[in-house]
């Protein structure tokens, strides 16, 4: 889903990674071709103490697996912040601003994952041609699938720090068997509630009939 991200160069606007903006993009014929982002964002909340900082202590830059854009030779760097705490009470001394796509210590963008679950529960394929088509590993692959089985459905007695929720668009009707032995009816456009702290995803509900309302409030958070 196309949304207005405030970016307007045109790389960004291509790329279309939701809240991030394209910093430099290299072609070279060893490497192929790479690009580097970083979040629009130039604050983010300590997930401790909710408090706003953008008082930057480090730019780590990591690689990241993201769906294919224009051939399968793209490299993905993020620059991502590291944020001073500014709230003196709190532990927390710094913590690594997070966002939707790319939740923490997460190395696959969140739009790779939806691929990937849609694919091996809507789809019926072999994880092997999965990974092949992702450029993902047969373990990832098989982590994330799991990941969801085991929670979609479960979800009411889990504590989520940072809740994600995010529109994604799948191929067609697909049907998920939840951990309470019910089948659950998902439309194509559905609203995936991830926890961004450990990348997985713990429901998929209908976005355009479902109640989303409730919905959400079915996800555990604290106060
Ligand atoms: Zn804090």
């Known amino acids: 889903m196309i949304k207005d991200t405030g970016a307007v160069d045109a790389a960004s606007i291509l790329f279309n ?3 991030y903006r394209v910093l430099s993009v290299e072609a070279s014929s060893t490497a192929g071709r790479t690009v580097v982002v970083e979040p629009i964002s130039t604050e983010a909340g300590c997930p401790s103490c909710g408090v706003l900082s953008s008082r930057i202590q480090a730019r780590p830059v990591h690689r990241v697996k993201d769906v294919a854009c224009g051939g399968k030779d793209l490299q993905v760097w993020v620059r991502k912040r590291r ?3 500014l709230e003196d009470a709190c532990k927390r001394r710094s913590f690594v601003q997070c966002t939707e796509q790319l939740p923490l210590r997460s190395r696959l963008t ?8 849609d694919a091996g529960m ?4 072999a994880v092997t041609g999965i990974a092949r088509a992702t450029g993902v590993s047969w373990p990832t692959v098989m982590r994330k699938l799991t990941a969801t089985e085991k929670t979609v459905g479960d979800v009411d007695g889990r504590h989520v720090r940072w809740l994600g929720v995010d529109e994604h668009r799948f191929r067609k009707v697909r049907y998920v068997l939840g951990t309470t032995g019910k089948v659950m009816r998902v439309e194509p456009w559905s609203i995936v509630f991830t926890d961004l702290e450990t990348g997985t995803i713990l429901d998929v509900v209908d976005g355009r009939r479902g109640p989303t309302g409730n919905a959400k409030s079915s996800v555990a958070v604290p106060e």
């Open 110 to 117: 969140t739009r790779l994952v939806g691929e990937i679950v």
């Open 17 to 19: 990674l939701d809240d």
């Open 83 to 85: 944020l001073a705490c």
């Open 122 to 125: 809507n789809e019926l394929r």
